[in-house]
């Protein structure tokens, strides 16, 4: 009878070792994302639904946050794990993610503390990251700060990604900012240089 609770035991323990943690990723009224755009009221929530992806990015507790802009965009010690479009599908909705619930973090035990940030970008620039990083600029995608949590799985608890969580064993993150004009912005803009282009032939003339 003890070898087998030995045994047991030695189970659980591989078990737990080699499990996969857990988070949720969903944000709040709180910790909204909104956008920079261009002659918009300061800051506009991001909409339309399906307008812009979000990917979470993992990496080991204490690796520093990738930079922004295009120095972190291929920096490889962070794995984008899951992306979420927008919803909008109400006010209320608006600034929030789309279907947020429990990710599965492949290669980290529950119980492990990640580091973690969280990017946002528009859906022109493709559906997931490794597509959309070819082709967004440091002002078409937004970054999170860094957060840094204990996985949950088993009988351990699951954090929450956003939060106002801030102790030296966990941080959680707050909303972030996308710097990409909304279209009708992007129309003013559009119309603004084809003005400029008449004016251009016009003194020419």
């Known amino acids: 009878m003890k070898k087998l609770l030995i045994l047991a035991a030695l189970i659980s323990f591989h078990t737990f070792t080699f499990g996969q943690g857990m988070m949720l990723w969903g944000n709040t009224p709180a910790t909204l ?23 979470l990015f993992i990496a080991p507790y204490g690796t520093p946050a990738p930079l922004p802009g295009f120095a972190g965009i ?5 794995q984008n794990v899951v992306s979420y479009t927008m919803n909008n599908s109400s006010a209320a909705g608006a600034g929030r993610l ?23 970008w528009h859906s022109s620039a493709g559906a997931d990251w490794e597509t959309a990083r070819l ?20 009988a351990l608890p699951s954090w929450n ?38 004016f251009r032939r016009t003194t020419r003339d």
């Open 33 to 55: 994302i909104t956008s920079a755009a261009f002659g918009g009221p300061m800051p506009p929530r991001i909409s339309p639904a399906t307008t812009y992806y979000f990917g």
């Open 135 to 154: 082709s967004v600029t440091p002002f078409n995608y937004g970054q999170s700060e860094l957060g840094f949590f204990p996985l949950g799985g088993g």
């Open 98 to 120: 789309q279907n947020p619930g429990t990710t599965i973090i492949s290669g980290y035990a529950p119980g492990e503390t990640v580091s973690f940030v969280i990017r946002g």
């Open 161 to 198: 990604a956003f939060g106002v969580v801030n102790e030296p064993y966990a941080k959680q993150i707050g909303g972030f900012v996308i710097g990409v004009p909304e279209p009708s912005s992007m129309a003013l803009i559009g119309l603004g240089a084809v003005a400029c282009f008449l």
């Open 74 to 78: 291929n920096d490889p010690n962070w």
